[in-house]
């Protein structure tokens, strides 16, 4: 049942794949990924499993909420503690949006990034940040706070 990002009407069909696709990921896995009994490299591949694209060397030591809609390239580490997820809750609003990363990326330490983000190459969001949702970091870009801002450019770091 594929996802479909946007706004998502109350009681419509697609609300429906959508809450199925959140229970099925929450029942399932939620409490394994969140208990940290799985060692980074096997989280990387349940996160495959459930239809993350993960580039080559690219590696989870956080919580990948919605893994269909996470897209991520090659040679990135998501921190321990981060979470992502493509979803937004707010109130009776439901929507999805998928986060685009690109290669060479680092999220820090528990970092934050919400949903219809889109992070570019060689970019770093710092320990801790909260990427508010559909933000775009450029190429090189150090991004850090709450909410997370430009600290620096690539060449300055
Ligand atoms: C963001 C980061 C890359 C900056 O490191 P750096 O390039 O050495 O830069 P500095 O420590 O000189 O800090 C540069 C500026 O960013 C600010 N900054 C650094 N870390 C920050 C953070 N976590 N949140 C908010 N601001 C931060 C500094 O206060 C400084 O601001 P100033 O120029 O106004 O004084 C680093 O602090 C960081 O968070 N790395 C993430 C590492 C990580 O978690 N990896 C995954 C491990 S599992």
């Given at each position: 049942?594929?996802?479909?990002?946007?706004?998502?009407a109350e009681g419509?069909?697609?609300e429906?794949?959508?809450?199925?696709?959140?229970?099925?990921?929450?029942?399932?896995?939620?409490?394994?990924?969140?208990?940290?009994?799985?060692?980074?490299?096997?989280?990387?591949?349940?996160?495959?499993?459930?239809?993350?694209?993960?580039?080559?060397?690219?590696?989870?030591?956080?919580?990948?909420?919605?893994?269909?809609?996470?897209?991520?390239?090659?040679?990135?580490?998501?921190?321990?503690?981060?979470?992502?997820?493509?979803?937004?809750?707010?109130?009776r609003?439901?929507?999805?949006?998928?986060?685009?990363?690109?290669?060479?990326?680092?999220?820090?330490?528990?970092?934050?990034?919400?949903?219809?983000?889109?992070?570019?190459?060689?970019?770093?969001?710092?320990?801790?940040?909260?990427?508010?949702?559909?933000?775009?970091?450029?190429?090189?870009?150090?991004?850090?706070?709450?909410?997370?801002?430009?600290?620096?450019?690539?060449?300055?770091?």
């Amino acid at each position: 049942m594929p996802l479909r990002e946007g706004d998502i009407a109350e009681g419509s069909q697609v609300e429906f794949v959508a809450q199925v696709n959140i229970l099925f990921y929450l029942i399932l896995f939620n409490s394994l990924i969140r208990t940290h009994f799985l060692p980074v490299p096997l989280l990387r591949l349940v996160y495959l499993a459930l239809g993350a694209r993960l580039g080559h060397n690219t590696y989870s030591a956080g919580a990948i909420l919605d893994p269909p809609l996470t897209y991520i390239g090659n040679n990135c580490i998501i921190g321990h503690d981060a979470v992502l997820f493509s979803h937004a809750i707010e109130n009776r609003r439901l929507s999805l949006s998928a986060i685009h990363i690109g290669d060479n990326v680092t999220i820090g330490a528990t970092a934050v990034v919400m949903s219809g983000v889109t992070i570019c190459d060689d970019a770093i969001v710092s320990a801790g940040a909260v990427v508010t949702k559909g933000s775009r970091i450029g190429k090189g870009e150090v991004w850090g706070g709450v909410p997370a801002k430009l600290l620096k450019r690539g060449s300055e770091v």
